[in-house]
């Protein structure tokens, strides 16, 4: 059966620097896999590798089949791959509701309408209430982006990539800056999601990673260092000294790292 | 001498001394706009009040041209530090657009108070005798006026240089203007480095615009007619980049003086073909940052 | 909850509904007629204006492009009705400004193609290089295009075979008023169209638009595309109103003008171009014939103060005024008073310096140009710099004080926390 996301022999370097070395990954249906390592090691490289923010140098990325190694990021997006960023991505000025409306109208063509108005199409409306209604944010809805607390604006990013109805989501470190007594609506939502979509996770959290991973893959310098189930991960010596032997070694070299 | 070789080198000369006029008085702008990212329109403004302080010191008060460019130079750029501390430095977070509109506004005041005080008649300077005339370089005669020009522009690109590659401070302005933020985090105080880089800039505006009265007389409009070609020098070279900003002047100052004497109906128009040309293939100029 | 969610789907249905206070610039535009008979021809002109404002508003407003080249749409659009008119003795008005839309528009996508993948100074460089080629390639056929002089005397048939052009400009009036209440009709309808909310997302987040699949080029591309039909539009009405064209219309000039009138107005806002375009256009009438420097030095002076203080332009602090007011409605707030902390001394004592400087510069200036009420009042010189300078200092002390006590005053509280 093919794969939902096939990434194959990625590559990417910035002039000398080599930043994503001969990459493979996977991802089937339904699949539940989480991407971990130490800081600099490339993951959100490896997101916008993906997601087409950046071209690889060699190797190709497959999207249900479909080779889009060289596809531009809106094309990957109306193909069913979504994502969402480190840091929130939103239309700020806007309100909750118009949020996800936008996403739901370039997925289905509403926004190339120019002649009715936006209020007139009431499907993607009611739908957006409807996504708005399973993450609990509806009584937020008219309010605007930017005067939420940051807990729930994390909550509109995952929203807002729902509401594409993706056949595979990227999360790039979807609890990062949420305050720890917000956290669990964010991994609510995670637990929840459609088992159909295939869902790549970016964590630094062991809690999260284990309780939402089927399989893990642990990315260092780059490149696949090992790949697994979680408790093959969790068994694995060298995987502990990367994460404890790199700590020190990663502390000074952040300075210098794009990340 | 073939006619054809005398004509040729006649326009590279002139078109040498428009390009150093270019190149001293964009140079400043140039590594601002790298540095901080901040549009100045003001910019104009600045080389024209060099121009008028000029014309006053030398008219009004008998002092000498090249001592009143110098004059003229540290005033200007003194008062243009009292400028950035108390204007600009408001607006460095704002868009471009918000920094486009003010520093126009601050160009149309000047405008308007420049010609208040010194009426819309072109000005001109009076020379001491040994720029007058022409200077006889073998093969033919060369305005003094403007081999002058092109000494001074030769000085200052390698005082300007040197500076940039082997000082200290021309490093650290160097590495701010690739990456600000890792600039700051290493202990460098860009603020004050860009402070002084403002300050030395409009400085050399200053002068550059004194140099100008005597190629193209000086009127309070000289503010924003010659912006729009100091942006051109700017964007074709590359923000920050003294090597860019260099080349685009000679580039633009050569093909403009050639076009005007081949194509003179033409006017202007092979100095925009060459932005576009140039931008649509390398947006960030010659030798701009990705 | 349900409530909620029926409150929120009302919103976004009704939220293009005309609203009562819509009808009120077109009440004044018709007022204008009945109040101002005699400046019918000025008036024909400010509605251009608003219609070339209402353009750029479309892409720098809405879809957030800076442009300092928009007047080479309206020149074209200007030129093909000229043109027209001239060499294919097309003299029909409608049909002759819905060629110069068309033109301009395909002029302006072709363009747009190339030059809307870059950004900032880039961009901005880009749109002045084309603007300022046309003009020069314009005068490169002089012949036919007049040059800087122009082609006058151009001649258009009555309106809809039936309004003749009168002396005192009142058809002209009309017809601009007409052209511009059918086209604002449709620009409004792009605006609050599915369309026009995702020009306001590539404004606001355009990574965000990307990462959902939004094609941002052709929806840049298009939208140029319509703002500069719209933009040709209002040069052909200039070109028909003025029975005259010259390659002026080009000038960098222009782009500037209707750059400062839209931020002036406010951009973003559907009624900011007639606000901004208004005023602008009045002010230039009334002071340019009193004084050219005097504009000049005025209009540099808004453009300071708009950027600093009121950045959503007039329309912008309308609404911060009426949100002031709102505010005294509900429950009274605590009493404000100012404390004066040393940074606002130290900024007093700044501005006092600036003031001082500004003051010492103005009298030596004066001085230069003899001013003759001042030498006679005050007749020793020195006694002169010196009131000048302490003048200066005390009168940008004041104002300064004056800004720090509206903006600066704190509450009970928060001086307590």
Same mark, same amino acid.
């Given at each position: !059966?093919?794969?939902?996301?096939?990434? /194959?022999?990625?590559?990417?370097?910035?002039?000398?620097?080599?930043?994503?070395?001969?990459?493979?990954?996977?991802?089937?249906?339904?699949?539940?896999?989480?991407?971990?390592?130490?800081?600099?090691?490339?993951?959100?490289?490896?997101?916008?590798?993906?997601?087409?923010?950046?071209?690889?140098?060699?190797?190709?990325?497959?999207?249900?089949?479909?080779?889009?190694?060289?596809?531009?990021?809106?094309? =990957?997006?109306?193909?069913?791959?979504? =994502? /969402?960023?480190?840091?929130?991505?939103?239309? =700020?000025?806007?309100?909750?509701?118009?949020?996800?409306?936008?996403?739901?109208?370039?997925?289905?063509?509403?926004?190339?309408?120019?002649?009715?108005?936006?209020?007139?199409?009431?499907?993607?409306?009611?739908?957006?209430?409807?996504?708005?209604?399973?993450?609990?944010?509806?009584?937020?809805?008219?309010?605007?982006?930017?005067?939420?607390?940051?807990?729930?604006?994390?909550?509109?990013?995952?929203?807002?990539?729902?509401?594409?109805?993706?056949?595979?989501?990227?999360?790039?470190? &979807?609890?990062?800056?949420? &305050?720890?007594?917000?956290?669990?609506?964010?991994?609510?939502?995670?637990?929840?999601?459609?088992?159909?979509?295939?869902?790549?996770?970016?964590?630094?959290? !062991?809690?999260?990673?284990?309780?939402?991973?089927?399989?893990?893959?642990?990315?260092?310098?780059?490149?696949?260092?090992?790949?697994? /189930?979680?408790?093959?991960? !969790?068994?694995?010596?060298?995987?502990?000294?990367?994460?404890?032997?790199?700590?020190?070694?990663?502390?000074?070299?952040?300075?210098?790292?794009?990340? | 001498?073939?006619?054809?070789?005398?004509?040729?080198?006649?326009?590279?000369?002139?078109?040498?001394? @428009?390009?150093?006029?270019?190149?001293?008085?964009?140079?400043?702008?140039?590594?601002?706009?790298?540095?901080?990212?901040?549009?100045?329109?003001?910019?104009?403004?600045?080389?024209?009040?060099?121009? @008028?302080?000029?014309?006053? %010191? *030398?008219?009004?008060?008998?002092?000498?041209?090249?001592?009143?460019?110098?004059?003229?130079?540290?005033?200007?750029?003194?008062?243009?530090?009292?400028?950035?501390?108390?204007?600009?430095?408001?607006?460095?977070?704002?868009?471009?657009?918000?920094?486009?509109?003010?520093?126009?506004?601050?160009?149309?005041?000047?405008?308007?108070?420049?010609?208040?005080?010194?009426?819309?008649?072109?000005?001109?300077?009076?020379?001491?005798?040994?720029?007058?005339?022409?200077?006889? %370089?073998?093969?033919?005669?060369?305005?003094?006026?403007?081999?002058? %020009?092109?000494?001074?522009?030769?000085?200052?690109?390698?005082?300007?240089?040197?500076?940039?590659?082997?000082?200290?401070?021309?490093?650290?302005?160097?590495?701010?203007?690739?990456?600000?933020?890792?600039?700051?985090?290493?202990?460098?105080?860009?603020?004050?480095?860009?402070?002084?880089?403002?300050?030395?800039?409009?400085?050399?505006?200053?002068?550059?615009?004194?140099?100008?009265?005597?190629?193209?007389?000086? *009127?309070?409009?000289?503010?924003?007619?010659?912006?729009?070609?100091?942006?051109?020098?700017?964007?074709?070279?590359?923000?920050?980049?003294?090597?860019?900003?260099? %080349?685009?002047?000679?580039?633009?100052?050569?093909?403009? *003086?050639?076009?005007?004497?081949?194509?003179?109906?033409?006017?202007?128009?092979?100095?925009?073909?060459? *932005?576009?040309?140039?931008?649509?293939?390398?947006?960030?100029?010659?030798?701009?940052?990705? | 909850?349900?409530?909620?969610?029926?409150?929120?789907?009302?919103?976004?249905?009704?939220?293009?509904?005309?609203?009562? +206070?819509?009808?009120?610039?077109?009440?004044?535009?018709?007022?204008?007629?009945?109040?101002?008979?005699?400046?019918?021809? #000025?008036?024909?002109?400010?509605?251009?204006?608003?219609?070339?404002?209402?353009?750029?508003?479309?892409?720098?407003?809405?879809?957030?492009?800076?442009?300092?080249?928009?007047?080479?749409?309206?020149?074209?659009?200007?030129?093909?009705?000229?043109?027209?008119?001239?060499?294919?003795?097309? +003299?029909?008005?409608?049909?002759?400004?819905?060629?110069?839309?068309?033109?301009?528009?395909?002029?302006?996508?072709?363009?747009?193609?190339?030059?809307?993948?870059?950004?900032?100074?880039?961009?901005?460089?880009?749109?002045?290089? #084309?603007?300022?080629?046309?003009?020069?390639?314009?005068?490169?056929?002089?012949?036919?295009?007049?040059?800087?002089?122009?082609?006058?005397?151009?001649? #258009?048939?009555?309106?809809?075979?039936?309004?003749?052009?009168?002396?005192?400009? $009142?058809?002209?009036?009309?017809?601009? #008023?007409?052209?511009?209440?059918?086209?604002?009709?449709?620009?409004?309808?792009?605006?609050?169209?599915?369309?026009?909310?995702?020009?306001?997302?590539?404004?606001?987040?355009?990574?965000?638009? $990307?990462?959902?699949?939004?094609?941002? $080029?052709?929806?840049?591309?298009?939208?140029?595309?319509?703002?500069?039909?719209?933009?040709?539009?209002?040069?052909?009405?200039?070109?028909?109103?003025?029975?005259?064209?010259?390659?002026?219309?080009?000038?960098?000039?222009?782009?500037?003008?209707?750059?400062?009138?839209?931020?002036?107005?406010?951009?973003?806002?559907?009624?900011?171009?007639?606000?901004?375009?208004?005023?602008?256009?009045?002010?230039?009438?009334?002071?340019?014939?009193?004084?050219?420097?005097?504009?000049?030095?005025?209009?540099?002076?808004?453009?300071?103060?708009?950027?600093?203080?009121?950045?959503?332009?007039?329309?912008?602090?309308?609404?911060?005024?009426?949100?002031?007011?709102?505010?005294?409605?509900?429950?009274?707030?605590?009493?404000?008073?100012?404390?004066?902390?040393?940074?606002?001394?130290?900024?007093?004592?700044?501005?006092?310096?600036?003031?001082?400087?500004?003051?010492?510069?103005?009298?030596?200036?004066?001085?230069?140009?003899?001013?003759?009420?001042?030498?006679?009042?005050?007749?020793?010189?020195?006694?002169?710099?010196?009131?000048?300078?302490?003048?200066?200092?005390?009168?940008?002390?004041?104002?300064?004080?004056?800004?720090?006590?509206?903006?600066?005053?704190?509450?009970?509280?928060?001086?307590?926390?």
């Amino acid at each position: !059966m093919t794969a939902a996301l096939e990434v /194959t022999s990625l590559n990417r370097s910035f002039g000398a620097l080599h930043v994503t070395r001969d990459v493979n990954l996977s991802l089937a249906r339904g699949a539940r896999r989480a991407l971990i390592g130490p800081n600099g090691a490339g993951k959100t490289t490896l997101i916008n590798l993906i997601t087409g923010v950046i071209r690889p140098s060699a190797g190709t990325v497959s999207l249900n089949g479909e080779d889009i190694t060289n596809a531009s990021q809106a094309y =990957r997006a109306r193909r069913g791959l979504a =994502r /969402t960023f480190q840091i929130n991505q939103l239309f =700020r000025g806007l309100s909750v509701l118009e949020n996800i409306c936008m996403a739901i109208g370039e997925r289905d063509g509403h926004n190339n309408n120019l002649w009715r108005s936006a209020g007139a199409k009431r499907e993607v409306i009611d739908e957006a209430l409807d996504h708005l209604e399973s993450l609990q944010i509806v009584d937020d809805a008219l309010k605007l982006v930017r005067n939420l607390p940051y807990g729930r604006q994390r909550l509109v990013e995952i929203a807002i990539a729902l509401a594409q109805k993706p056949r595979v989501l990227l999360l790039d470190e &979807p609890a990062a800056g949420v &305050p720890s007594s917000e956290s669990h609506l964010i991994l609510d939502v995670v637990d929840k999601l459609d088992p159909d979509i295939a869902v790549l996770i970016i964590e630094h959290d !062991m809690d999260v990673v284990f309780r939402f991973a089927k399989e893990i893959t642990v990315l260092v310098q780059g490149a696949v260092f090992t790949q697994g /189930t979680p408790d093959e991960i !969790m068994r694995n010596k060298d995987v502990r000294a990367v994460y404890l032997g790199q700590e020190g070694h990663d502390a000074a070299q952040r300075g210098g790292q794009h990340g | 001498m073939p006619q054809f070789a005398i004509i040729a080198v006649s326009i590279l000369f002139d078109g040498l001394a @428009y390009a150093m006029f270019l190149f001293i008085t964009s140079v400043g702008l140039s590594v601002t706009m790298g540095l901080m990212g901040f549009v100045n329109l003001a910019h104009g403004a600045f080389a024209m009040a060099g121009g @008028y302080i000029v014309v006053s %010191l *030398t008219r009004s008060y008998g002092i000498d041209f090249v001592p009143s460019l110098l004059i003229a130079g540290v005033t200007v750029g003194l008062i243009s530090i009292r400028f950035e501390r108390r204007l600009y430095r408001q607006l460095y977070k704002a868009t471009d657009l918000e920094q486009v509109l003010l520093t126009i506004g601050l160009a149309f005041m000047a405008i308007a108070m420049f010609t208040y005080f010194y009426g819309p008649i072109p000005k001109s300077v009076p020379l001491p005798d040994w720029l007058e005339g022409d200077v006889n %370089l073998g093969f033919r005669s060369f305005p003094t006026y403007r081999a002058f %020009l092109i000494a001074i522009g030769a000085v200052l690109i390698s005082v300007l240089w040197y500076g940039f590659e082997k000082t200290n401070i021309g490093a650290k302005i160097r590495a701010a203007v690739d990456n600000r933020r890792m600039a700051e985090s290493v202990g460098i105080n860009v603020d004050l480095l860009f402070t002084l880089t403002f300050a030395l800039g409009s400085a050399l505006a200053a002068v550059g615009g004194g140099l100008a009265i005597q190629l193209f007389g000086l *009127t309070p409009s000289f503010a924003v007619l010659y912006l729009v070609l100091f942006l051109i020098v700017v964007a074709v070279g590359g923000l920050g980049s003294l090597k860019g900003t260099l %080349l685009a002047a000679l580039v633009i100052g050569i093909i403009d *003086t050639g076009g005007k004497y081949a194509f003179p109906v033409a006017g202007n128009l092979f100095i925009y073909a060459i *932005t576009a040309v140039v931008l649509l293939i390398k947006p960030t100029g010659f030798f701009g940052r990705e | 909850m349900a409530e909620a969610r029926a409150r929120a789907a009302d919103y976004l249905v009704r939220r293009h509904y005309f609203r009562l +206070s819509e009808a009120l610039p077109w009440l004044l535009m018709i007022a204008a007629f009945f109040l101002f008979p005699n400046r019918m021809t #000025f008036g024909s002109q400010v509605l251009i204006m608003v219609l070339f404002a209402l353009s750029l508003d479309l892409i720098l407003g809405y879809a957030g492009i800076v442009t300092l080249g928009h007047a080479a749409f309206f020149g074209v659009g200007a030129y093909t009705v000229a043109l027209a008119s001239m060499l294919l003795d097309w +003299s029909e008005p409608i049909s002759g400004i819905i060629a110069g839309g068309l033109l301009a528009g395909l002029v302006g996508a072709a363009v747009g193609w190339f030059i809307l993948r870059y950004r900032g100074l880039t961009l901005l460089m880009l749109t002045i290089a #084309f603007a300022a080629m046309l003009q020069e390639s314009g005068n490169l056929r002089s012949d036919i295009t007049g040059g800087y002089d122009g082609l006058p005397g151009l001649m #258009f048939d009555p309106v809809l075979g039936t309004f003749q052009y009168d002396l005192y400009g $009142h058809t002209n009036y009309w017809y601009v #008023f007409g052209v511009l209440a059918v086209i604002f009709y449709f620009v409004r309808r792009i605006i609050y169209s599915p369309f026009g909310q995702a020009l306001t997302g590539i404004r606001e987040n355009v990574r965000r638009m $990307h990462a959902i699949g939004s094609p941002v $080029h052709r929806r840049l591309v298009a939208v140029y595309a319509i703002s500069a039909a719209i933009a040709g539009v209002a040069g052909g009405l200039f070109t028909q109103t003025n029975a005259y064209v010259t390659l002026t219309v080009f000038d960098f000039d222009n782009s500037a003008k209707v750059l400062v009138m839209l931020i002036l107005g406010g951009t973003g806002r559907l009624y900011g171009p007639f606000l901004g375009a208004a005023v602008y256009m009045v002010l230039e009438d009334y002071f340019s014939k009193l004084s050219p420097t005097f504009w000049q030095l005025g209009i540099g002076l808004l453009l300071v103060l708009t950027v600093l203080f009121a950045r959503r332009g007039l329309l912008g602090l309308a609404e911060d005024a009426r949100g002031l007011f709102k505010r005294g409605d509900s429950a009274p707030s605590a009493p404000r008073r100012m404390v004066w902390k040393p940074e606002h001394w130290n900024s007093l004592g700044m501005s006092a310096l600036d003031g001082a400087v500004i003051g010492f510069i103005a009298g030596f200036a004066i001085n230069m140009k003899q001013v003759e009420f001042m030498t006679t009042f005050v007749t020793s010189a020195p006694a002169r710099a010196l009131i000048f300078t302490l003048g200066g200092a005390a009168v940008a002390a004041g104002i300064n004080a004056v800004y720090l006590l509206v903006t600066s005053r704190t509450s009970v509280e928060e001086q307590t926390s």
